[in-house]
Nanobody, 126 residues
Framework: QLQLVESGGGLVQPGGSLRLSCTVS????????VGWFRQAPGKARRGVAC????????NYADSVKGRFTISRDNAKGTVYLQMNNLKLGDTAVYYC???????????????????WGQGTQVTVSS
């Protein structure tokens, strides 16, 4: 059974850092792209970053470029989101999602990701 589990969320002050982890299980091959999405209260879920199956392609939302870094360790079946210089506007529930639809690359279109984790809360507050 396909399963994604996020961890690493929490409360952090502005300017601080967190690293989110997404552990993926149930895929027989590492032939899937992974995206990180976030949803703040009352707002739509939006893409934050994504990484291709081989890790060679990454894409970021403009709002997090230069602050967030996505990476993956296929041997561990884990995708990371390193978040630095966190801002109040980064507060949201963060979800990881997997897609087998991409031949290469990835994007931030939620409907192209069939498998989702349960989410982890990130709160940036002073």
């Amino acid at each position: 059974q396909l399963q994604l589990v996020e961890s690493g969320g929490g409360l952090v002050q502005p300017g601080g850092s967190l690293r989110l982890s997404c552990t993926v299980s149930g895929f027989t091959e590492e032939d899937y792209a992974v995206g990180w999405f976030r949803q703040a209260p009352g707002k739509a879920r939006r893409g934050v970053a994504c990484i291709s199956s081989g890790g060679g392609v990454t894409n970021y939302a403009d709002s997090v470029k230069g602050r967030f870094t996505i990476s993956r360790d296929n041997a561990k079946g884990t995708v990371y989101l390193q978040m630095n210089n966190l801002k109040l506007g980064d507060t949201a529930v963060y979800y990881c999602a997997a897609s087998t639809e991409f031949v290469s690359g990835c994007n931030d279109v939620t409907k192209e990701y069939a498998y989702w984790g349960q989410g982890t809360q990130v709160t940036v507050s002073s």
